[in-house]
C-alpha cells in the first residue's frame, strides 16, 4: 500500500525508525474500525438529536470535534510506554512529553478552524435537508478529494482506483435520484435550497482539508509518528471546537441547552447521552481519517467515507424504520464493489513491487 504520499512521509523519517509491516497493517485495522464506528455512528446519532426535537444547529457541529480531550487517553498510554522504554539504569536522557512542533501546532490550528466552519455547514444543512439528500452531497466529497489531491500532492491515480471513484459516484448519484420533491413540511423553499448549498460546500471544503492534511504530513520537516498524528488531531479538534464554541456563546446555545433537554422527545437524561455518545463517535471518525491520510494517502480516507455512506442508510432503516428503496440497494452494493476494486488495485500494486524487487533470484 505504499503511495506516494506516504513516500514523502518517509523521507522525512530517515532518522526515525521505520515501522514494521504488521504494526502498519494493525494501524490500518484500527483507523478502518474507527472510521467506520465514527462514519456511520456520527451521523446516525446526529439525526436522533434533530429527529427528537434538537434544534441548534451550533451545538450540534461543536459535537462534531468536541470530543477532541479523548485523544489525551491513547497519548497518555504512548507516553507511558516511552517513559518505561527510555528509562534505564545509566540512561537520564529526557522523554519527551509532545513532539508537535510550532510550524506543525500553527498548521493544525489553521485546518482545525477550516474544519470547524465545514462543521458547522454540514450540521446546518442537516437540519433542512431529508438524510437522502444529504448524503447524495455529502458523498460527492469524494470527487472533491480526488480533484484536489491531484492538484496539492500530486496523488497518482490507476485503472483500479478510477474505477472505484466511478463507482462510488454513481452510487452517490443513483442514492439521491428517487428524492425529486424530498421537501420536509416543516422546511421552506429557501431553507432547502439554503441546507442544499451549505451541504454541498461542507463536502467540497471537506475534500480540500483531506489533502492539507497529506501536505502538512509530507511537509513538517520531521519524522511523523503515529503519536504525533494524534497529537495533531487533538490541536485542530481543539481550534475547531473553540471555532463552535464562539458560535455558541454568539447564539446563546449553552444556555438554551438546559431548557432543550427538558423537551427532548428521549427523555432529559438520554438527551445528554445522546449528546455525549455523537461526540465521542464524531471523534473516533476524525481519529480513524487522518491515521488512514497518515498509514496509506488522502484518496483511500475519501473512498471508505463514500463507502459508509449506504451504509448509514441501511443502519437508518435498522434503526429509524425508514424505508429501503431499490435505489439504496442498488447504491450499496456499487460502494461495496468500488471498495473492492480499490483494495484489489492496491493488491496488484504491492506485489508488482515485490515481483520487481526480486529480479535476480527470479533470474537465478
Same mark, same amino acid.
Given at each position: ?46 439525526? %436522533? ?26 497519548? /497518555?498510554? @504512548?507516553?507511558?510506554?516511552?517513559? $518505561? ?26 485546518? *482545525?478552524?477550516? #474544519? ?7 450540521? !446546518? ?30 496523488? &497518482? ?11 462510488? #459516484? ?6 439521491? /435520484?428517487?428524492?425529486?420533491?424530498? $421537501? ?16 454541498? *460546500?461542507?463536502?467540497? %471544503?471537506? *475534500? ?16 511523523? @509518528?503515529? @503519536? ?5 488531531? /487533538? ?13 455558541? %456563546? ?19 437524561? $438520554? ?15 476524525? %481519529? *480513524? ?8 494517502? #488522502?484518496? /483511500? ?19 429509524? &424504520? ?19 476494486? !480499490?483494495?484489489?488495485?492496491?493488491? $496488484? ?16
Amino acid at each position: 500500500m505504499d503511495v506516494e504520499g506516504q513516500n514523502s512521509n518517509h523521507q522525512n523519517q530517515d532518522a526515525a525508525p521505520q515501522m514494521s509491516k504488521g504494526l502498519r497493517r494493525a494501524l490500518i485495522v484500527l483507523n478502518c474500525v474507527l472510521m467506520a464506528l465514527g462514519n456511520t455512528g456520527g451521523p446516525l446519532l446526529l439525526r %436522533l438529536y434533530f429527529r427528537s426535537g434538537g434544534k441548534r444547529q451550533w451545538l450540534s457541529s461543536w459535537l462534531e470535534t468536541g470530543g477532541w480531550p479523548f485523544i489525551f487517553v491513547p497519548l /497518555l498510554i @504512548t507516553y507511558l510506554h516511552r517513559r $518505561r522504554h527510555q528509562i534505564r539504569p545509566g540512561h537520564i536522557h529526557p522523554i519527551k512529553l509532545f513532539f508537535i512542533t510550532p510550524r506543525l501546532f500553527l498548521a493544525c490550528a489553521f485546518l *482545525g478552524l477550516v #474544519t470547524g466552519l465545514d462543521d458547522f455547514l454540514y450540521a !446546518y444543512g442537516l437540519a433542512f435537508l431529508p438524510v437522502s439528500t444529504s448524503s447524495l452531497l455529502v458523498s460527492t466529497q469524494l470527487a472533491f478529494t480526488a480533484f484536489f489531491a491531484f492538484l496539492i500532492v500530486k496523488q &497518482k491515480f490507476t485503472p483500479y482506483s478510477i474505477n472505484s471513484v466511478a463507482l462510488l #459516484t454513481v452510487g452517490a448519484v443513483i442514492l439521491g /435520484l428517487h428524492v425529486s420533491s424530498d $421537501r420536509p413540511d416543516n422546511v421552506t423553499r429557501g431553507q432547502y435550497y439554503l441546507g442544499f448549498i451549505l451541504t454541498l *460546500g461542507a463536502a467540497a %471544503l471537506y *475534500g480540500l482539508i483531506l489533502p492539507l492534511v497529506e501536505l502538512m504530513y509530507s511537509k513538517s520537516k520531521q519524522a511523523i @509518528t503515529y @503519536t504525533l498524528v494524534m497529537e495533531m488531531q /487533538l490541536v485542530m479538534g481543539f481550534f475547531a471546537t473553540a471555532f463552535c464554541t464562539v458560535g455558541m %456563546l454568539v447564539n446563546k446555545d449553552f444556555q438554551a441547552i438546559p431548557r432543550e433537554a427538558r423537551h427532548f422527545e428521549l427523555g432529559e437524561f $438520554r438527551y445528554y447521552v445522546v449528546l455525549v455518545w455523537n461526540a465521542v463517535f464524531w471523534q473516533f471518525f476524525f %481519529l *480513524g481519517t487522518v491515521g488512514i491520510i497518515f498509514c496509506v494517502n #488522502t484518496l /483511500l480516507a475519501g473512498i471508505l467515507i463514500a463507502v459508509f455512506i449506504p451504509v448509514t442508510e441501511v443502519l437508518g432503516v435498522v434503526f429509524f &424504520k425508514e424505508n429501503f428503496s431499490s435505489e439504496k440497494g442498488v447504491a450499496l452494493g456499487l460502494s461495496l464493489w468500488g471498495l473492492a476494486s !480499490y483494495s484489489y488495485g492496491e493488491y $496488484r500494486q504491492e506485489k508488482d513491487k515485490k515481483d520487481k524487487a526480486t529480479p535476480s533470484d527470479q533470474g537465478a
